[in-house]
């Protein structure tokens, strides 16, 4: 096995920074090392196979995007990203595991969707992977079902309070899942928006001739996810079931979530970096209100308006730890024949955005402009994903015993997001174009194998390895 030390970098772990040298052995972490010291021997950089240099860089735990949509069959078509290109971005972007949805349609066997999902990402993937599971239909089979998940590493499942007619469940049905998931120990995690409700708006204004983009956002009103928010946040406190709320965009949704949370209950949030940045008005509106440009930016939940105070109330929420955690919610669709599939009527955009080469990046802005600490930062992308969906210990944090996942970031460097020829995600265009990134992602270890460094890709799909995950270990 071979020897890799990481010399003369700050340590970051979510709860303090250190200066350190990093002794990995094979795919594991083996020690850290005061700069000097020789107790291991009185020259480590010479007797290790490969010593990569993090002198004035910061030596954090890789990345773990714990939502990510692979391949996903969407909106009539399906998303972009292989699990081969999409893991080869997440690791050009520091990103070191992912956590897809695997995918029970209605009308299928859980064990269907799951064994297509294994089929589709085994043998292929860049990084580590780990799925949830989606329940697209609540029923006796279904429920039986989810017993199994368990065995399978699978500790989280998702439902959908939207999309009525695709992976809609109603509140009996959540009501039985969320029963049935307290008893077994899973993590519920809800798309927390009224889709019936959001349906009859999306239609009357589609009748009113407003068919663009931006319309999307206006049918998916704030109000819509506070309510549904409220009335997951209540079965599960009705089931005992402990709760994680996808993608949350709306200010009120995160006060839904904040209260919950001091009433003392298992409630928790995500947010993304579409969320902290982009807006109904500057992104969705693009080229004004009829303008097709806003369908880069289609997504639910939706951009939510800046004058209205959403996107300062995520950094918030951030901050104030009512949101836990950064995930990307990466959907991602090519405007040519994917989103074109909605000009002239906003129903028909595919929702989602690609976003996971930029998440470490994106986030580390707001250590930059002093929005969080670097170590809230390596909590929020890494440490809280691995404790809350069973990875702690092996993944998220710099420790002896732990899986060598391992980014060095120049907080010095920049990186400059421009159109698709920047980034390595399998789109036409990027929703970040025009980002300017304080900072840089200069070397990626994933397992001991260093995949990214001097600006070249040195991994291959077939590395990544499936993650059986154990039980939520973090509840705070
Ligand atoms: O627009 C989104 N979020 N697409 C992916 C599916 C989902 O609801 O997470
Ligand atoms: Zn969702
Ligand atoms: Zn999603
Ligand atoms: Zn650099």
């Known amino acids: 096995m071979s020897t890799l030390l990481i010399s003369g970098g700050t340590v970051v772990s979510a709860t303090g920074r250190t200066r350190a040298d990093v002794l990995v052995d094979g795919e594991r972490i083996v020690a850290l090392v005061e700069p000097g010291s020789t107790a291991l021997g009185a020259d480590l950089a010479s007797s290790v196979d490969r010593v990569v240099d993090a002198t004035d860089k910061y030596v954090i735990p890789g990345g773990i995007d714990a939502h990510t949509h692979m391949e996903l069959p969407f909106g ?38 799951l064994a297509a999902w ?9 990084v580590d992977y780990g799925f949830h599971q989606i329940i697209g239909g609540v029923d006796e089979q279904s429920l039986k079902a989810m017993e199994t998940l368990v065995d399978e590493g699978i500790t989280s499942y998702k439902l959908f309070m939207a999309y009525p007619g695709v992976f809609y469940s109603d509140d009996a049905q959540i009501l039985k899942a969320m029963q049935k998931a307290a ?14 409700a959001i349906d009859v708006l999306a239609e009357q204004l589609y009748n009113q001739g407003k068919t663009g983009p931006y319309f999307h956002g206006i049918a998916r009103a704030w109000q819509m996810e506070e309510e549904a928010t409220h009335r997951a946040i209540m079965l599960a406190d009705l089931t005992n079931a402990p709760l994680y709320v996808v993608h949350v965009s709306a200010k009120q949704a995160v006060a839904q979530l904040a209260a919950a949370r001091d009433r003392g209950k298992n409630v928790f949030g995500e947010t993304c970096p579409q969320y902290l940045y982009l807006s109904l008005e500057e992104q969705l509106g693009a080229g004004g ?14 951009l939510r308006s800046r004058a209205e105070g959403h996107q300062d109330a995520m950094w918030a929420g951030l901050r104030t730890n009512d949101l836990q955690m950064v995930s990307t919610d990466h959907c991602p669709f090519c405007m040519k024949d994917q989103k074109e599939l909605g000009r002239g009527d906003f129903r028909a955009i595919p929702n989602g955005i690609g976003s996971i080469e930029h998440r470490m990046d994106l986030l580390y802005q707001g250590v930059v402009t002093g929005e969080l600490t670097l170590e809230r930062w390596v909590e929020l992308t890494s440490t809280t994903p691995a404790r809350m969906f069973g990875l702690h210990g092996t993944k998220g944090v710099i420790a002896p015993g732990a899986d060598a996942d391992i980014v060095v970031y120049d907080p010095n460097g920049h990186t400059s997001i421009g159109y698709e020829q920047t980034h390595h995600m399998n ?25 990214v460094s001097d600006g070249a890709f040195h991994g291959r799909a077939g590395h ?3 993650l059986k995950r154990g039980l939520t270990q973090y509840l705070s």
Not at 429 to 451: C, K, L, P, Q
């Open 76 to 113: 009539g078509t399906q998303a972009s990203d292989t699990f081969e290109t999409g893991t080869t971005a997440a690791a050009w972007g520091g990103t070191t595991s992912i956590i897809d949805f695997a995918v029970q349609k209605y009308g299928e066997a859980v064990e269907t969707g």
């Open 118 to 126: 294994h089929e589709k990402a085994g043998g292929n993937c860049a």
């Open 183 to 196: 008893e077994l120990g899973l993590m519920t995690m809800m798309h927390a928006e009224n889709g019936p």
């Open 289 to 302: 209100e009829d303008g097709f440009e806003g369908a880069k930016w289609v997504c639910s939940t939706p």
């Open 427 to 451: 789109m036409d265009h990027s929703a970040w174009e025009g980002f300017e990134i304080d900072g840089h992602v200069d070397v990626v270890i994933s397992r001991g194998s260093v995949v």
């Open 464 to 466: 990544g390895k499936f």
